[in-house]
């Protein structure tokens, strides 16, 4: 995970941020996998907005302790940027169903 200044930068001043290749995929994130997590951890999506059925955009709240993957991005940001633990800290999956 490397990030360059400017993006650090964005990033302390909470705006959105692409940084290309941030995290390896090693696995394919597909609806089987979004209903796998929802269904295991008794998870709950939520619509985010109100479009066109399967056009919205819906989150998922509380996936930080559902996966490594998620783990070790929520670490490395909290590291990186010395933020100090808050009990609202959290990691919000989201995700549409248009390819």
């Known amino acids: 995970m490397l990030i360059n200044k400017n993006q650090a930068e964005l990033i302390k001043q909470n705006k959105i ?3 290309k290749k941030f ?3 090693k ?8 209903s796998d ?7 709950t999506a939520f619509v985010c907005n ?3 059925n399967l056009k919205n955009i819906f989150q998922v709240r509380a996936v930080k302790n559902v996966m490594l993957e998620f783990q ?18 959290e990691i919000i999956l989201f995700f549409s169903l248009v390819s």
């Open 17 to 19: 941020c692409f940084i």
């Open 23 to 25: 995290v390896p995929l």
């Open 27 to 34: 696995r394919e994130y597909d609806f089987n996998f979004i």
């Open 37 to 43: 997590v929802l269904e295991q951890n008794h998870l």
């Open 50 to 52: 109100a479009r066109e």
């Open 72 to 89: 070790i991005i929520f670490d490395f940001l909290r590291k990186m940027f010395k933020y100090q633990p808050h009990e609202i800290d």
